[in-house]
């Protein structure tokens, strides 16, 4: 299976900072990555397929790129609704993995 | 609006059975791949297995080959997960998730239902 590493597994950041995730995959996986952001108690919110397209209704602040085996979440400006989980999930092949997370936290 | 539904969850005994279910609404069910995902407490997410269109494929994590067993009923608008000879391990929120694309990613989730496997 391929795996997914997330770093960091967690960040403090303030209102209005430029923040990035990354997720590197155990082998290539072309753009078939995802990524997903998890509030507690609730459902993750799909922002970007395809490594870089943005889902509909996420917000512009949202960018992903990356191909191959290194991805990047990008949020460009953080807002107070942005602090969550983020997770990265691939699609290339079966079993779909994703990364264990990174934990986004008001500094 | 699409609304997913997630049922079936509860107490059950190393070894045991449950059926979850998941009621689809606000969109055309039987056009769309249909997944299973789990969340075992304070942990990650973990892809479960998904079903095509018509039930004519279907996928399955390593971990529950053999036990689980997904299905589909496009004319009530529902997705299945049979769950046989579960294990502690097993425990989690289950989500049932759309896939929009058949890529798969999946873009609605339900709220989840929790199995907890214990004695």
């Known amino acids: ?107 | 609006e699409v609304q997913l539904v997630e049922s079936g969850g509860g107490l059950v005994q190393p070894g045991g059975s449950l059926r979850l279910s998941c009621a689809a609404s606000g969109f055309t069910f039987s056009r769309y791949w249909m997944n299973w995902i789990r969340q075992a407490p304070g942990k990650g997410l973990e892809w479960v297995a998904n079903i095509q269109q018509g039930g004519s494929a279907k996928n399955y994590v390593d971990s529950v080959k053999g036990r689980f067993t997904i299905s589909r009923d496009d004319a009530k608008n529902s997705l299945y997960l049979q769950m046989n000879s579960l294990r502690a391990e097993d425990t989690a929120v289950y989500y049932c998730a759309r896939d929009p694309r058949g890529a798969p990613n999946f873009d609605y989730w339900g709220q989840g239902t929790l199995v907890t496997v214990s004695s």
């Open chain 1, 1 to 107: 299976a391929i795996q997914l590493t997330q770093s960091p597994s967690s960040l403090s950041a303030s209102i209005g900072d430029r923040v990035t995730i990354t997720c590197r995959a155990s082998q290539g996986i072309a753009s078939a990555l995802a990524w997903y952001q998890q509030k507690p108690g609730k459902a993750p919110n799909l922002l970007i397929y395809d490594a870089s397209s943005l889902e509909s209704g996420v917000p512009s602040r949202f960018s992903g790129s990356g191909s191959g085996t290194d991805f990047t979440l990008t949020i460009s400006s953080l807002q107070p609704e942005d602090f969550a989980t983020y997770y990265c999930q691939h699609f290339n092949s079966y079993p779909i993995t994703f990364g264990q997370g990174t934990r986004l936290e008001i500094k």
